[in-house]
Structures are given as structure tokens and as C-alpha cells.
């Protein structure tokens, strides 16, 4: 199994970038897609992106292709999301999750390992 623990949340201003960071203990890591999803107050948990285990094949939620970007480092355990040119509206709690199907998934109950979460806020 893996844990994963985000990082790298905080608070910037409309228009400027961010990158988070979930490293994964365990041995598995490489075992498994990462997803990264996220939730605004009073609103479902939305999907972001995800990366194959491989990190060969990407996929993006519309709101945030062209802005986002995912990636993973295999040796390092640990999977990114750069976030550029951000918007109020992507402000949430972004978790970082683990899924056991190769090539991951925009379905948030289809992923096995789940992190804390941490706070990315916009300000307008």
C-alpha cells in the first residue's frame, strides 16, 4: 500500500502559480496511477488530473487543461501538480490519491489511497 502526503499549498494572488507535491510512502509506489482531486466549501470533491503509472498518459478535468500540469517522479515517490495562471475559483482542498487501475481515473471512488489534503487559496 502507499500513503500519500500533499504539499505545497498556500495562498497567491489570481494569475500566479503554485505546485503541489504528494510524496507516497511505500515501496508500491510505482504500482500505481495518482489522481489529483479537489473540494471547494459546500461543493462535491471534484477531479483534477491524473497520471499513469508509468506517467506516459495524462488526463485533465476541462477546467484546468492548458493551466495544470501533472507529473511524477518515480524514484523519488512522489507525484506534482503545477498549477499557472490561477483563479479564484481553484481555490480548495487538493488531495493527492492513489489508484490501483494502470492508467488511473476521473472517478474519485475508483482510487484505493487517499492523503490529508492541503489548502490552495485564491485571492481575486
Known amino acids: 500500500q502507499v500513503r500519500p502526503v500533499e504539499s505545497g499549498g498556500g495562498l497567491v494572488q489570481a494569475g500566479g502559480s503554485l505546485r503541489l507535491s504528494c510524496a507516497a510512502s511505500?515501496?508500491?509506489?510505482?504500482?500505481?496511477?495518482m489522481g489529483w482531486f479537489r473540494q471547494a466549501p459546500g461543493k462535491e470533491r471534484e477531479f483534477v488530473a491524473t497520471?499513469?503509472?508509468?506517467?506516459?498518459?495524462?488526463d485533465y478535468s476541462d477546467s484546468v487543461k492548458g493551466r495544470f500540469t501533472i507529473s511524477r517522479d518515480n524514484a523519488k515517490n512522489t507525484v506534482y501538480l503545477q498549477m499557472n495562471s490561477l483563479k479564484s475559483e481553484d481555490t480548495a482542498v487538493y488531495y493527492c490519491?492513489?489508484?490501483?487501475?494502470?492508467?488511473?481515473?476521473?472517478?474519485?471512488?475508483?482510487?484505493?489511497?487517499w492523503g490529508q489534503g492541503t489548502q490552495v487559496t485564491v485571492s481575486s
Open positions: 490519491a492513489a489508484d490501483l487501475n494502470p492508467f488511473g481515473s476521473s472517478e474519485w471512488d475508483e482510487y484505493d489511497y
Open positions: 497520471i499513469s503509472l508509468s506517467g506516459g498518459s495524462t
Open positions: 511505500g515501496r508500491t509506489f510505482r504500482r500505481y496511477a
